[in-house]
C-alpha cells in the first residue's frame, strides 16, 4: 500500500458560516505545477490512502507517493495512452472538461448569520423609562443619583440598555453621574485617611523593632563581657584552690 498517510498532499483551511471549519488536499502537479483540491468536508480529515484514490479517480496520478510529484490528468502518461487508443479508434468524441473542483463547501454554509435587530420600543416601554429616569436623574450638572446607571434601569426593568441611554441623552442629561463621582472622592479619601492611618503604625513598628535589634545587640555585648567575667572568676577560683592545696 503506497498512500499510508496523507502526507503527498498540502492541507489547507477554510472558514465556513457559523464559525465552523472545513479543510481542503490539494495534489500539486510535478510536470505542469497544475493543482487541484478535494474538499474534507466539516470532519477535516480523510483515512489513509483515500485522498490519493479521490485524486486518482479524477485522472491523476499519485504513485510517487511525495508531495508535490504527482501527476495532473493532462500530465498522467496513462491518459495521453487512453486519449491515443481513443483516436486510434478514431472515435470522434468531443472532451468533455473535468468540472472544476468546488472551492468551498456547498453555499449555504456561508450564507451570513443575520443578526436580529433590536425590537422596537413601545409607547409603553418610553413612559416607564421615563418615569424611572424623572425618579432617579437627579439634573443635567448632577447627573443620576448616587448608585444610578444607563445599565441599572435597564437591569430593573428589563429593557435594552440603549433604550434607556436614548430616551435619557434626548430629555434629561449626560449619564457622568456628579453625585456619583462625588461619593466616589469621598469614599477614596476616606480610604487615602485609613491608609495613612496604617501608614503610621507600621511606622511606629519599624522604629519599635529597630529599638528592638539595638536591645538585644546590647544584650549580646552584656552576655558576652559576663561569660568573659565568669571565665576570669573561674580561673582565680582554680588559682585560689591550687594555691590552698585543696
Ligand atoms: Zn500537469
Redesign the pocket.
Known sequence: MKHQRNEEFEKAGITVAGGGSAGVMIAR??????FEQISLGTRGRFPPDITARKFEARGWDCSDGRRGRD??P??NPANKKKEKEKDMTKVTLSVVPTAPPALVEPVQAIQAVLVEPPPAMTRDDKRIIFAKLNDVYLNETAGYSAGWTDQRIADDLSVPRAWVSGIRDENFGPEAANEEIRTQLTEARAVLADVQLVLEKAEKLQTEAEASLKRQSDLTEAIKSLKGAADRVGKNVDRIHKALGV
Do not use: A, K
Open positions: 502537479c510535478g510536470t505542469c505545477g497544475e501527476l495532473c493532462e500530465c
